[in-house]
């Protein structure tokens, strides 16, 4: 790991610390936006952390900006930083400039699709989109389009579209988007294209999974520490111990599969790297949760406890950019077309 | 945030030359790997062929860590992962110096007298000198430190008596290095434990007879210790001092790719099975199998960086060989729902000869080198929770 990413890891985990104090999570999961957090990570630099220095970015490279969500992760950071720093990204990619505020991307989920087409200076988009994360909240909705057979990127403003709210299952905006007739006046065309896309959004929830699992894995550890049941603390049963034990492989699993993916997002977005990272911490995810509800008992169950801010996420996230099986399929896929001879050679040349 | 940076998992040091020496490996193992049964290479360090661990120490690739005065060749952790890795995906015969070049040699280094280390190392690095591990005992499996075959000091050395169990090839090994009680356990129960350099070929008193596993294949050897008399100078490390020489023996064998890799024949043969457009269930769990080894080969080539810098990751390594085992042990089970077949040793199809292999011998990938419940609870001791 490079001296550059502790650094910008130990920062991040103090302004994640201040901001997402217990009194925060209430309220945004309320539905509040946190706008001095919000503040906080925009003068930190780390909505723009995908934006090149030039462009008035914060002049990351993309593996340690990546690397903040990690830590974004753990906090369960309750505003749209990975969403604003996709589009930060794919603005950068068309040479657009990043406006201020809270930005959403769409499409994002599979068969979803925009198409555009010029309308005088300016485009005018057609198609409606699913589960957009933040899209009503959004100062624009960055949105890849499909435009002349080419990959169109161009700005929305949500005022424009009929959108219809929604949440996944931490409470976290997932909007229904209507672009039929919405004119934007910014666009240009740009080299992702949808799959690219979708590769990022991966390894970006892949490693919110990770943050997330090793937050579960310290609170769980913690309250078996504390909670005293038959006269000892129930993290001196054995039944407890192997049970924390295996939330620790999974949260290293998950750990190890999005630090290999943030690594290999850098130079290709399309390396088997991306889809082991999604498979491996949605897997964890889940079995992780588990177990982490299972250590707390009722209190864990609990509005009141912090335990499901993180759990919650991971349910959701997994879900979001392809699931496991989705990404499995694309995996297995390509292995079996390679052949069996070719199966090693695959495992070792994923580095 | 104590209880996770006890596992922490460094990432593995970026290391392009080992492309380099992958290349070699692989030219080598086209040349020289033995036509053999497929199913020799199920379960990991199975085949037992000297001439072909002759060859690989001519290569330089056995000991490759240890100094060159030695017979080693002063190689990185890392470069020998690649040569482990590529030998053990292969399905290559390295049983007759995996254990010697793994376990037993680096105990020498670390502990030996110079006398052992010059007559002893640079015949192991040369594929010429097996190894035995004598820790296991009837009465003694995970409760190491319960082991009862004495050595009793007498005049010139030691008089050994006891019975050691579940020693894989003891019958084709030249030494083991054996674990025995030579004085009092004291209130923490490590005490009086004492490791020797036994000579199997050249000491009188010792009988060994085969234990066949379930397969009915022979790797077990109980070792039975008759007034068998070991000579002062082979005492291995310090008189007494035999359990901290031990639990650090063994974190060098927790952690490597053998404990994920005992099942990739048959997932190799799956794949081949499957075809080139298998169903979408097939894809999806052959997607997920291989989402998980290239995970565990990381966290594994993580620890290997963290052995190279001199780190103790013990913990890291039991962790590592959980989630390994807990795959291998998967793969089966996966397979046998994928392709429709009855596992069979005797059948001509290759899935269907190595599914059986691999079924028969998946028990033991969680109970040796430590049972699943064990590194658990090590890894729970990592979490300050013991």
Redesign the interface.
């Known amino acids: 790991?490079s001296e550059t990413r502790d650094l910008v890891r130990e920062a991040a985990e103090r302004l994640f610390e201040k901001h997402c104090g217990a009194e925060i999570m209430r309220r945004t999961d309320g539905g509040e936006f946190p706008q001095a957090l919000w503040c906080a990570l925009t003068e930190a630099g780390y909505t723009a952390a995908l934006v090149p220095e030039a462009a008035g970015g914060a002049g990351l490279d993309m593996s340690d900006a990546l690397s903040l969500l990690v830590s974004a992760g753990r906090h369960a950071v309750p505003a749209p930083l990975a969403e604003t720093m996709l589009a930060g990204w794919l603005l950068s990619a068309a040479g657009i400039p990043f406006p201020e505020g809270p930005l959403a991307v769409a499409p994002v989920r599979e068969g979803d699709a925009v198409t555009a087409s010029r309308d005088g200076t300016g485009w005018r988009l057609q198609g409606k989109t699913g589960r957009v994360p933040w899209a009503a909240r959004a100062a624009a909705i960055v949105v890849l389009a499909r435009c002349e057979e080419r990959n169109l990127v161009a700005l929305a403003a949500p005022g424009d579209c009929r959108i219809v709210g929604g949440a996944n299952l931490a409470g976290e905006a997932r909007d229904d988007v209507d672009f039929s007739g919405v004119r934007c006046s910014v666009g240009a065309f740009a080299a992702p294209d949808a799959a690219a896309l979708r590769s990022l959004g991966a390894v970006m929830r892949s490693a919110q999974m990770a943050g997330a699992l090793?937050s579960v894995?310290?609170t769980s550890?913690?309250y078996?520490?504390e909670r005293v049941q038959f006269g000892r603390p129930i993290?001196?049963f054995?039944a407890?111990?192997?049970n924390?034990?295996?939330l620790?492989?999974q949260?290293?699993?998950a750990?190890?599969?999005a630090?290999?993916a943030i690594?290999a997002a850098a130079h290709n977005l399309h390396s088997?790297?991306v889809?082991?990272?999604k498979?491996?911490a949605g897997?964890a995810a889940g079995i992780g949760a588990a177990i982490a509800h299972q250590v707390h008992g009722a209190i864990g169950f609990t509005q009141e406890h912090r335990l499901h801010y993180s759990t919650r996420r991971l349910w959701s996230w997994r879900d979001e950019f392809g699931n496991?099986?989705y990404?499995?399929?694309?995996?297995?896929?390509e292995?079996?077309?390679a052949?069996?001879?070719r199966?090693?050679h695959?495992?070792?040349a994923?580095g | 945030m104590a209880s996770i940076d006890n596992l922490r998992f460094e990432p593995p040091p970026p290391f392009p030359e080992a492309e380099v020496l992958r290349a070699e490996v692989r030219a080598f193992l086209a040349e020289h790997l033995p036509k053999r049964a497929i199913t020799e290479g199920v379960g990991s360090w199975g085949g037992h062929d000297r001439d072909f661990s002759r060859k690989m120490g001519a290569c330089g690739w056995i000991g490759m860590t240890w100094p060159k005065r030695y017979g080693g060749h002063e190689r990185s952790a890392l470069e020998r992962y690649v040569v482990l890795e590529e030998m053990l995906a292969s399905g290559a015969p390295v049983s007759g110096h995996w254990v010697a070049d793994r376990q037993s040699g680096p105990l020498l280094l670390r502990v030996g007298t110079e006398q052992q280390k010059n007559s002893i190392l640079p015949r192991i690095a040369a594929g010429e000198c097996s190894f035995c591990i004598g820790m296991s005992e009837p009465d003694s499996g995970s409760d190491l430190a319960s082991v009862r075959t004495r050595a009793a000091a007498v005049e010139g050395g030691f008089r050994v008596n006891g019975t050691k169990l579940w020693t894989s090839n003891a019958h084709r090994s030249d030494y083991m290095i054996l674990l025995c009680r030579t004085g009092e356990a004291g209130e923490q129960r490590h005490g009086g434990l004492t490791q020797f350099l036994v000579d199997l070929k050249a000491t009188q008193g010792i009988a060994i007879r085969p234990v066949r596993n379930l397969a009915g294949e022979h790797h077990f050897n109980e070792v039975v210790f008759q007034d068998a008399f070991l000579p002062g100078a082979s005492v291995l490390g310090e008189v007494g001092s035999g359990w901290q020489q031990v639990t650090g023996e063994l974190a060098f064998e927790r952690s490597g790719p053998e404990r994920f890799l005992s099942s990739f024949t048959l997932l190799v043969e799956l794949t081949r099975a499957l075809g080139p457009d298998p169903s979408e269930r097939a894809r999806i769990a052959l997607g997920r199998i291989v989402a998980h080894i290239y995970t565990l080969r990381r966290l594994s080539r993580s620890v290997a960086g963290m052995l190279q810098a001199g780190a103790n990751p013990a913990q890291q390594a039991a962790l590592v060989k959980d989630l390994g085992t807990t795959l291998e042990q998967e793969i089966p089970e996966i397979a046998r729902q994928l392709i429709d077949a009855e596992p069979d040793r005797a059948s001509t199809q290759d899935f269907v000869t190595v599914l059986a292999h691999t079924m028969m011998n998946a028990p033991s990938f969680s109970l040796r080198g430590g049972t699943r419940e064990i590194l658990r609870g090590m890894i729970a001791r990592g979490l300050g929770l013991r």
């Open positions: 790991m090793q894995l310290e550890v913690q078996a520490r993290g001196r054995q407890v111990q192997q924390l034990a295996v620790a492989g949260a290293a699993a750990t190890a599969a630090e290999a690594e088997p790297a889809a082991a990272a498979i491996r897997e496991e099986a990404w499995a399929r694309r995996l297995g896929g292995l079996a077309a052949g069996a001879d199966l090693w695959g495992i070792t994923a």
